[in-house]
């Protein structure tokens, strides 16, 4: 499994954009990027997932340049209810059997 | 929508005591996973069972540790003699076969606290 590296906490402002960046120099050529959202005392929920390019969704965009080796989730106009910890996970896709390994994750706090 | 559902919510046991941890499954869902997250770190992959039988467990799953599917919608996990440092978040989560994207599905968790 590719080694993932994200920030610890990052501080925005409501209506804000907010790009959190994660660094996976090893990842491979089949891996996928996956991000999850976990507030306070919630089970993880997922939000997006990309191999190339840019994916977007109702919730995020996920930008990952040519070479993969770093990916960017991008949440347009924060709110407080964004304040969450996020995930970014590196692996296979599977398809079906996918056991998840989680980092520390980045907390991201919205302040009014 | 449909949810992975989790009971109980909270559960306070002594120390030495078995707990039985409940999980319902999305009902199409094939694969079925138990995590833990003790509190302020990281969640952490338990176990993973698909087709009535463990497919993959990690080393915190120990022989203290066992899972059941009992029937067609129950997932459980039970802790036969709890100890201090059991004390956790636990996540049930589940996935389709055949999807076009890894999506997991997670509960809301149950609280344990082993005193």
């Known amino acids: 499994l590719a080694k993932t590296t994200q920030p610890i906490s990052m501080d925005s402002y409501e209506g804000q954009e907010v790009n959190i960046t994660c660094s996976h120099n090893n990842i491979a050529t089949n891996d996928y990027i996956t991000w999850y959202q976990q507030f306070p005392s919630q089970g993880p929920r997922f939000i997006i997932q990309g191999y190339k390019t840019k994916v977007t969704n109702e919730v995020a965009s996920l930008f990952i340049p040519a070479d993969r080796k770093s990916s960017t989730l991008s949440l347009p106009r924060v709110s407080l209810s964004d304040t969450a910890v996020y995930y970014c996970l590196v692996g296979a896709f599977s398809g079906g059997y996918n056991k998840l390994i989680f980092g520390a994750g980045t907390r991201l706090a919205v302040h009014p | 929508e449909p949810e992975v559902t989790q009971t109980p919510s909270h559960q306070v046991t002594q120390m030495g005591q078995e707990v039985i941890l409940r999980c319902v499954p999305i009902?199409?869902?094939?694969?079925f996973y138990w995590y833990r997250q003790i509190l302020g770190q990281k969640v952490e992959f338990l176990v993973s069972f698909y087709n009535n039988e463990i497919s993959e467990k990690s080393e915190i799953f120990d022989d203290q540790f066992s899972v059941e599917r009992p029937d067609g919608s129950n997932f459980t996990l039970k802790i036969r003699s709890t100890k201090l440092e059991d004390s956790a978040m636990y996540f049930c989560a589940s996935n389709a076969a055949g999807i076009d994207m890894d999506e997991q599905f997670f509960g809301p968790g149950t609280r344990l606290t082993v005193l």
């Open positions: 009902s199409n869902h094939l694969y």
